[in-house]
């Protein structure tokens, strides 16, 4: 991770971290950047969430994009991974998504990518990251015919939307489907594509203000939906965050259908068709104890990266893997993007219960997720205290005493100073007991602030 760009962007409370002269340098060093590389006008795509902010950075970007040169085509309000196949089957340069993702409205972000819709490389994000800090010589002015323009691009989203609805291979007619868009990206997109695959389709929280997205609302808030599908009687719900690059479901008895279960419900559906290449699901580090014991159960390999998508990303890449992805809803089919993307992700799961004729609180049964207890505590030196040989011991009689019925992970937090202790157990007790023993250590060793 660099000074400003994280694993998702540059992203913090909009005007204060992220300001609107961070915006036009931005769009400064890429118009710039692109077209001094290809030797021509540079285009780049543009997508923007529902956050009051997002006009304003829409509008500074463009503005330090055309002073260098480039052009600027505007999707206006759409989702990350609509970017990202637009700006891989568009041909487009670059690609910049406006989003803080889950993030409270005050916040906002701004996420890059390269030709091919992937996450930007970290070179590129440690030229525009040098460019922010004045390392740049000031780079020259577009002129005369040389200056670029915007392009209304509208017609991008359209046809990212019936991407999705040609990757359905069933009809969802006498579906009753709920959806909650989070005021967010997916507001007018997901419904438009249930409604087009034949689903009677509910939706909430599809009336964004710019103040409100994510707001009670959403992927992390999901018990509203759980509410509204039993309420309706619905057969399944989704629900999406701000940008809608991550989906979290709900089953028809109520029951929340976290990123695990999406990846064991796909991953052996996929088995069992022949397709799960190398046998293999990519997992993050965070996934729950009871989703490897049912991998296990089913044969099915994996692997587990860093937290972020963006590692379980390279990770597929790198391994020619098909399908990984995260609890939070991240998940990422390699066949058709290179980028979570929820609203696909929900079209797979209704695939998957066409396909079986099976409710999806079926389809989930054979996951039983483990209790779970995280703390963070705060250090002064977070090596030091991960790397102290009394905490390594403790963290290791924890494991002996858990065996095959559970799990510990310390780790590092990427952007705090914190070390986070997580326990998977057969019961909170458990959990809570381990946990408390292994950060009791940490503290008699005098790491902590």
């Known amino acids: 991770m660099g000074k400003y760009f994280g694993t998702d962007g540059f992203r913090g409370e909009a005007n204060v971290v992220l300001t609107y002269d961070h915006a036009i340098k931005i769009g400064r060093f890429l118009g710039w950047y692109y077209g001094a590389r290809l030797g021509k006008k540079a285009r780049v795509v543009i997508g923007k969430d529902t956050r009051r902010s997002s006009y304003m950075f829409e509008y500074a970007l463009c503005t330090g994009l055309m002073a260098s040169g480039a052009d600027a085509y505007i999707m206006h309000v759409t989702t990350t991974p609509s970017v990202s196949y637009i700006t891989r089957t568009d041909s487009f340069d670059c690609g910049i998504m406006i989003s803080a993702s889950h993030n409270p409205y005050y916040d906002n972000g701004i996420k890059l990518m390269n030709n091919n819709g992937e996450k930007m490389d970290e070179e590129t994000i440690r030229e525009v990251e040098k460019y922010l800090d004045g390392e740049y010589t000031e780079l020259p002015m577009a002129k005369d015919s040389e200056i670029g323009r915007t392009v209304d691009y509208v017609a991008g989203r359209n046809r990212y939307m019936g991407y999705l609805i040609s990757l359905s291979k069933y009809s969802f007619n006498g579906k009753r489907i709920g959806l909650d868009t989070s005021n967010g990206s997916a507001w007018t997109i997901a419904k438009a594509v249930f409604d087009a695959l034949g689903a009677k389709t509910y939706v909430i929280n599809n009336e964004p203000d710019g103040f ?3 707001t009670n609302c959403g992927s992390t808030h999901i018990e509203h939906l759980q509410k509204f599908v039993l309420e309706k009687n619905l057969d399944a719900g989704f629900a999406y965050d701000g940008d809608a690059d991550r989906c979290l479901c709900v089953d028809e008895k109520g029951n929340v259908i976290t990123g695990d279960h999406i990846l064991y419900i796909y991953g052996r559906y996929m088995k069992e068709r022949g397709k799960l290449l190398n046998n293999t699901v990519v997992t993050t580090v965070m996934s729950n104890f ?63 219960m066409m396909a079986r004729e099976k409710p999806l609180s079926a389809l989930a049964a054979p996951v039983t997720i483990y209790p779970q207890v995280l703390k963070n505590v705060r250090v002064k030196s977070k090596p030091e205290a991960q790397n102290d040989p009394d905490v390594q011991a403790a963290v290791a009689k924890v494991a002996n005493e858990l065996g095959q019925d559970g799990r510990i992970l310390v780790r590092e937090s990427g952007t705090e100073p914190l070390i986070r202790v997580m326990v998977e157990a057969g019961d909170d007790e458990t959990c809570e007991q381990k946990v408390d023993y292994v950060i009791e250590v940490i503290k008699q060793k005098g790491h902590l602030v």
């Open 212 to 214: 409100n997205i994510n």
């Open 290 to 352: 009871g989703l490897y014991k049912a991998f296990d159960k089913a044969g099915i390999g994996y692997e587990k990266t860093a937290v972020g998508d963006k590692y379980v990303y390279e990770n597929m890449v790198r391994n020619g893997h098909r399908i990984g992805g995260e609890q939070s809803g991240h998940i990422i089919f390699a066949k058709y993007a290179t980028t979570g993307d929820g609203i696909l992700t929900s079209l797979k799961i209704m695939e998957v």
